[in-house]
């Protein structure tokens, strides 16, 4: 059974870092694109932060040079280092698997980690 | 940059009634269009993914259709536990993914 687990989420101040983790299981981690996926309080759902298996990396603009996406296959584990934080970054953060081998669409989500930023 | 755009906002519907939600995109996405239903404080659950294959374990009466620039999510039948919102979402160039902004589906 695929499963995603999101930590590290957490209260921090304007300008404040937080690193979450997202731990995998179920399937050959190492093998799958996986992404970042947000969802401001009421709002819809944006992609974030996707990086691939040969460990390419994507971001939206609006994190652009803030975050920085990354993985450790050994532990199976993908990070979202986000620095600047800002009060527009306030969103639950999901972890998403990207289908294999060349899907267009995310199979498996986590149950999501809320990130708020805040004074 | 492909926007998406969904239609309508909100669909108020009797259960057993046929529910028809619509995605549009700015340029062609070929058939690379999936369909995701979310609960109150649940993650997304995909639906439909490359415009009309249903994912593992979900139900007939939803069917996904289209092509191009415009494409539909249709629940024939409406069960209670199917009111919820609906995002469709595409694969692209840049940004790498994007998402419609939703179809609330409330009971009548």
């Known amino acids: 059974e695929v499963q995603l687990v999101e930590s590290g989420g957490g209260l921090v101040q304007p300008g404040g870092s937080l690193r979450l983790s997202c731990a995998a299981s179920g399937f050959t981690f190492s093998s799958n694109d996986m992404s970042w996926v947000r969802q401001a309080p009421g709002k819809g759902l944006q992609w974030v932060s996707g990086i691939g298996s040969g460990y390419s990396t994507s971001y939206a603009d609006s994190v652009k040079g803030r975050f920085t996406i990354s993985r450790d296959n050994s532990m199976n584990t993908l990070y979202l280092q986000m620095n600047s934080l800002r009060d527009e970054d306030t969103a639950v953060y999901y972890c998403?698997?990207?289908?294999?081998?060349?899907?267009?669409?995310?199979?498996?989500w986590g149950q999501g980690a809320l990130v708020t930023v805040s004074s | 940059e492909i926007v998406l755009t969904q239609s309508p906002a909100t669909l108020s519907l009797f259960p057993g009634e046929r529910a028809t939600l619509s995605c549009r995109a700015s340029q062609s996405v070929n058939s690379y269009l999936a369909w995701y239903q979310q609960k109150p404080g649940q993650a997304p659950r995909l639906l439909i993914y490359d415009t009309s294959n249903r994912a593992t374990g979900i139900p007939a009466r939803f069917s996904g259709s289209g092509s191009g620039t415009d494409f539909t999510l249709t629940i024939s039948s409406l069960e209670p536990e199917d009111f919820a919102v609906y995002y469709c979402q595409q694969r692209g160039n840049w940004p790498l993914y994007s998402f419609g902004q939703g179809t609330k589906l409330e009971i009548k």
């Open positions: 998403a698997k990207r289908a294999a081998p060349h899907g267009s669409y995310f199979d498996f």
